[in-house]
DNA sequence: CTGTTAGCGCTTTCAG
DNA sequence: CTGAAAGCGCTAACAG
């Protein structure tokens, strides 16, 4: 069987490659009847179509959109947050006929990808710097979620407020409190804080985050500092367990944790409990997300739930419609059962 | 500035355009001194290297794997197990510079991505049934994964017989059990399997697992029939919610239930306790996949584990090494506190 | 409404 | 080792 190409096509069919071009993409430059027959006869020879790697070639797009992970592929599809977040962007992407491209936030440039998308959503601040440089240089449309990249539009929730609320709500006088904090510099270590330089706000959502509950601890008048604040590089289980049991050891203890995740707050109660602490009894545990996980946990969480789905969709939606605005997302704070809320 | 192709490089640069590619592309046709001056000249300014998809076009690889999932991406992507299982073909990609399209299950054909990819992976029987025909038509390479599309090289675990054994080695003789299955007929519905015939267990790896239960059931004497048999069409919480409690009004109500994915395994402990039962007291639970969020819970599960993730490395490399032969992996059956071991 | 032609950006002969 | 030229499969512009 003879290759199926527009050309080979049109020679069998007797037309110009012109007539079945637009058969397929122009129906109104054609006679209805002619057309009908055309698509008619394609299907019987089995060609379904001009080839979209062509098409793209000629035209500049391909249907393709590339999202830019913060970390590797396979990372972030565990992640339940992630994952939520992906969730609403396909929607919005099948939706409108487009398809999806996973790059990895660990990779060394987009070289390989760039001329294959018609744009970028970028879901945190990649681990491989490069790829900000990369993503600043390019000149297809981007947009970020929950960090900035220059003037590039983006989506994210008010971190700062979301974490001030939540405080705000939860901490009491005589509290003792301790942080776990996400990625809060720049490290594989599970460890805490003294003087090394966080990661500029701009950048970092726990460094704003964090800067939200403290603005909270200090308006109670709560003595908060960085001997109480740890930071884990991943938001996996080896990293959580560790800083649970450094948290948990150390004295005095904490009669509440502000857990930058939920996965966090999840193992922190699980080590909590193995060592016969009840929760919220003798400590409080609050997360950061508003997973389903969370949700189904027992105790269930006491948590910012930050909608993650909608804001894929956001994201997707500005990025085919070439919005400019950025957008700022509502949150809501979930009070569990591992702390309740202030009366 | 001027836009930068191969071509206008060359003018810039003052030799032919098939010494720039050979630059980039064939390190040995040229003298190393001359190759890296030419590098140096294209960094300046700033040409990163010929346009890929053009290069596509020209040489009919573009580096891109698709990976057809059973169900929308939205779906697929929260959902733990195939969450693993995209986590270990990316690895395997990642390392092989390879990219990552993610194609819905529910999609109408291949059209808009058979151009863009140089083979397939399919994890689990498409939804829309028009993809199977489609994968078994394109001239690309495929790997199917957890079913069967033709001759197509596969990659499986022996469902029938770990679930064999996980029955043989929890029933006890007075059991009165019950099973909870994932999409074992077509429908949106959650209910019990009278008359309607099952999915073909060449299609369906739940059909498998419950071939695999009811050997190990009818060879310990138990009497089980499809009153004790439930269908749940996705596995998300409200379908398994309803199965849950549907199974937990049911009466007898049973002493074992074995549920055909750890997300059921958890609804229905959750279910169980807010009932007022105790597992493994009252009710002994069973799982199936090994999640990280099932031995995270507690109790933790009982279950087969299935690494996902070296499934879809496996699938990948022999996807990319061309592999023909398929493969059976191995799995291991974990004894947690839902349901002890039989001694 | 239909056909011809140039060219998207590249790689690959093949001649020098 | 280098350069000229063909062509991957398609679409847009334009002529008829």
Chains 1, 2 share one sequence.
């Not at 396909?90 to 990895?104: D, K, P, R, T, W």
Request: hydrophobic letters at 40%.
């Amino acid at each position: 069987m003879k290759k199926l190409t527009l050309k080979s096509v049109a020679e069998e069919l007797g037309v110009s490659t012109a007539t079945i071009s637009n058969a397929f993409n122009k129906p109104n430059q054609l006679s209805k009847a002619k057309r009908l027959e055309i698509l008619q006869r394609c299907e019987e020879l089995g060609y379904t179509g001009p080839n979209k790697a062509a098409r793209s070639l000629r035209r500049g797009k391909t249907g393709i959109v590339g999202l830019v992970l913060a970390n590797s592929i396979s990372y972030t599809v565990n992640d339940a947050v992630a994952s939520t977040f992906i969730s609403g962007v396909s929607q919005c992407l099948e939706a409108n006929g487009q398809q999806l491209l996973l790059v990895s936030g660990a990779g060394d440039d987009l070289n390989n990808v760039n001329d294959f998308v018609d744009g970028y959503l970028c879901y945190g601040s990649p681990t491989n710097t490069n790829l900000i440089d990369a993503l600043s240089k390019t000149t297809k449309p981007v947009i970020t979620v929950d960090f900035n990249i220059g003037d590039y539009p983006s989506v994210n929730i008010d971190n700062i407020e979301a974490c001030y609320q939540l405080v705000k709500q939860t901490i009491r006088e005589d509290d003792v409190v301790a942080v776990i904090g996400l990625r809060l510099i720049e490290t594989q270590l599970t460890c805490r804080i003294y003087d090394v330089p966080m990661i500029d706000p701009v950048t970092s959502i726990s460094r704003r985050r964090l800067l939200g509950y403290e603005k909270a601890l200090s308006e109670s008048g709560i003595d908060f500092n960085y001997e109480q604040l740890w930071s884990i590089p991943e938001n996996i289980e080896s990293f959580a367990v560790r800083a649970a049991k450094e948290v948990l050891s150390n004295q005095p203890c904490p009669t509440i944790v502000y857990c930058m995740s939920d996965l966090i707050a999840v193992y922190f109660i699980r080590e909590a409990m193995e060592m016969g602490l009840s929760v919220p009894g003798d400590i409080r545990v609050v997360g950061f997300d508003g997973t389903n996980e969370g949700q189904r946990f027992h105790p269930n969480l006491t948590t910012v739930v930050q909608n993650s789905d909608i804001k894929g969709e956001r994201a997707a939606v500005m990025l085919l419609e070439q919005s400019k605005e950025s957008q700022l997302l509502p949150f809501t704070l979930h009070f569990g059962d591992s702390c309740p809320r202030n009366a």
